[in-house]
């Protein structure tokens, strides 16, 4: 089946940095690559949509200049949280269409990120 | 209103058990149907994808759709205590704003030995 990484798997980071996080997938190509932010024991909230070679689309209420995603490739998204704050932590999760072949999205394995 | 009502649970059943997972949604524009289990600190899995009324079987999993009355059930039949998971409901309109998913609370289950 279709595969999509995440890097890193988890980060600590000290409040005012910023951080990166990689979205793959393996073995398929995905223009449209999704962003979603999950809160403990919350559903997932879309924050954005990333189209290959494009900007990307924010939803209602999240910072594009906080949350700045790159989708440079078919098979490569990347979201940096920038200055972090604690309350940025949370698990972040990213999902990718599969356009040639079911359609459907396939997520990652999420990054948990801690702000300190 | 939310979009998407889903009973978070927990539930608690013993092997063998059916279970049955359930959502209503509001809008009307939503075309596609999902259930998606997720483990803990991981990422969801597609389990099952519709687009129409009526039940679509996948082993010992059963989608049911009823577009009239805005409602998908989800049926796990001769649970395992694998089952035990999260499982979210998911729904998408289609059209420009294909692939952007709308998700339910999720109903976390605990399947018992």
């Known amino acids: 089946g279709a595969v999509v990484s995440q890097h890193p798997s988890w980060v600590i980071c000290k409040s005012g940095t910023s951080v990166k996080i990689e979205c793959r997938s393996l073995?398929?190509?995905?223009?449209?690559m999704f962003w979603y932010r999950q809160f403990p024991k919350q559903s997932l909230m879309l924050m954005a949509t990333?189209?290959?070679?494009?900007?990307?689309?924010?939803e209602q209420g999240v910072e594009k200049d906080k949350f700045l995603i790159n989708h440079a490739s078919l098979t490569l998204s990347t979201l940096t949280v920038t200055s972090a704050h604690p309350e940025d932590s949370s698990f972040y999760i990213c999902?990718?269409?599969?356009?040639?072949?079911?359609?459907?999205?396939?997520f990652g394995p999420g990054t948990r990120l801690t702000v300190l | 209103q939310k979009e998407v009502e889903q009973d978070p649970g927990p539930l608690s059943v013993p092997e063998g058990a059916i279970v049955s997972l359930n959502c209503t949604y509001s809008?009307?524009?939503?075309?596609?149907f999902m259930w998606y289990r997720q483990y803990s600190r991981k990422g969801p899995e597609l389990l099952m994808y519709?687009?129409?009324?009526g039940n679509k079987e996948d082993g010992r999993f059963t989608a049911q759709v009823d577009k009239s009355s805005k409602y998908i059930s989800l049926f796990i039949r001769d649970s395992q205590p694998s089952d035990s998971a999260t499982y979210l409901c998911?729904?998408?309109?289609?059209?420009?704003?294909?692939?952007?998913?709308?998700f339910g609370q999720g109903t976390i289950l605990t399947v018992h030995p």
């Open positions: 073995d398929f190509q995905a223009t449209t």
């Open positions: 519709t687009y129409s009324s």
């Open positions: 990333s189209n290959e070679g494009s900007k990307a689309t924010y």
């Open positions: 998911a729904f998408n309109a289609g059209g420009t704003s294909y692939g952007k998913l709308t």
């Open positions: 999902s990718a269409r599969d356009r040639l072949g079911t359609d459907t999205q396939y």
């Open positions: 809008n009307s524009a939503f075309q596609y």
